[in-house]
């Protein structure tokens, strides 16, 4: 069990969202974030890997301290985030795991590396330079995770100049090392596309640049490359961590399959967040009645119209205006007008006895109907993670255990 002051920093469970000033809020289920894990990890071992929790952007928007602290008394290997901030958030929480800047370090001191414990990715021999003159300087050593780029083009060292790496990487380490290569990992562009080819090439050319290192003499510890999509899937990729972010959370993209081949079950990944608010006003209303901000609405009927105090601010994007929906009484409700910064109108005329104090479920289920981030993510041709990272900072976590 969780000792009782370890979430002393949070709104507890016993929180009730009918006392915030702004009945705005995300609930977070500890419990289903625990399941998933689990489920992430039964997958790991079969193939023999150990898990490393990615909790960057606020751990996808759902408090990166918390769902951190489930995370390692759950068993979590590594911790991966993009930036030494995020990693800093963590320590100072008290989070003891191993941590991956899986964007590397750019304009901070890298004695920030040595002081809270962190361990870089690094795509170029420039980087190198860097971390060794600090190592010296410091009089320790900087253990560093190689990111080589097999076709995602954004950070990692390319294929073919890994020999020039190593080189450089062995005689900045010498007879006294300061540098450990202790890891070496790449990132697959699109790994639910059955149907294009570029995952097969992407492990290709990863297998080719790990058979160069054994020349090199280097075993580095750690071997990752599978994200949430791989993990489904039956890959044979050499690895010994697998990088997951997405599953934990309740989501993953959808897959693209060919003709006869069916696609990965995730039926059992729960999606961990709720996101709510609660109708702070109503009035009935004539039909032609314009709405909310350029009249972009005219009721075509005498209408009720429930004033929700949520809106672009907190992550309800402006473009589900006229077209979402929210459950509001176990029935959906169509969002009507403009979102606008702090409040949204929905239509609540088909749904009968509907009170000021009733709540509205932007993301999450009732008995029977569901909105979920990869819906709304459909709706805006967008992925789920940017949905969950758009709530907002203003909108309370309520952790429900």
């Known amino acids: 069990m969780i000792p009782p002051d370890a979430y002393a920093d949070w709104l507890p469970v016993t929180f009730q969202p009918d006392k915030l000033l702004r009945p705005t809020w995300a609930e977070i289920s500890l419990g289903a974030l625990r399941r998933n894990f689990e489920r992430v990890r039964a997958l790991a071992e079969r193939r023999s890997c150990r898990v490393m929790a990615v ?40 989070v003891h795991q191993p941590i991956l800047l899986l964007g590397g370090l750019y304009m901070s001191d890298p004695a920030d590396l040595l002081h809270y414990r962190l361990t870089p990715s690094v795509s170029s021999t420039a980087r ?54 202790t890891g070496v990992f790449t990132h697959l562009a699109s790994a639910e596309d059955l149907v294009a080819c570029q995952t097969a090439e992407q492990v290709d050319r990863f297998r080719a640049a ?8 280097v075993q580095p510890e750690w071997i990752h490359v599978s994200n949430s999509a791989a993990l489904l899937l039956d890959c044979n990729i050499p690895e010994n961590l697998v990088r997951i972010g997405a599953l934990l959370y309740g989501y993953c993209l959808p897959f693209v399959t060919p003709p006869g081949k069916r696609a990965p ?30 009249a972009a609405f005219y009721t075509r009927r005498p209408s009720r119209i429930a004033t929700l105090p949520v809106g672009y601010a907190d992550g309800l994007s402006r473009a589900l205006s006229n077209r979402g929906h929210v459950i ?6 169509r969002i009507v007008g403009h979102i606008s910064m702090d409040l949204t109108l929905v239509d609540v005329t088909d749904i009968p006895g509907v009170m000021v104090g009733d ?3 932007l993301i999450g289920r009732s008995e029977h109907c569901s909105i979920t981030a990869l819906e ?4 805006l041709d967008t992925v789920p993670y940017e949905v969950l990272c758009s709530i907002g900072k203003r909108v309370p976590r309520i952790y429900i255990d």
């Open 376 to 379: 709304i993510a459909t709706q």
């Open 128 to 181: 190198l330079d860097t971390y060794a003159e600090c190592a010296a300087r410091m009089n320790a050593t900087i253990d560093f995770h190689l990111k080589i780029d097999t076709g995602m083009g954004r950070l990692g060292l390319p294929p073919g100049l890994l020999p020039a790496f190593i080189e450089r990487y062995q005689q900045l380490a010498g007879d006294a090392p300061r540098l450990r290569m």
């Open 359 to 361: 709540e509205a479920i």
């Open 55 to 94: 909790i960057k952007a606020d751990a996808y928007g759902h408090g990166a301290v918390p769902v951190a602290k489930v995370l390692a008394e759950c068993g979590a290997d590594w911790l991966g985030v993009a930036t030494v901030e995020e990693a800093i958030e963590l320590r100072d929480a008290g």
């Open 328 to 333: 509001i009484a176990d029935h959906y409700a």
């Open 210 to 217: 790990l058979k160069q290192l054994p020349w090199f003499d």
């Open 265 to 294: 079950d995730t039926k059992d990944f729960e999606p961990i967040l709720s996101f709510k608010s609660r109708v702070v006003y109503l009035k009935d209303v004539p039909s032609g009645t314009p709405l909310g901000y350029g």
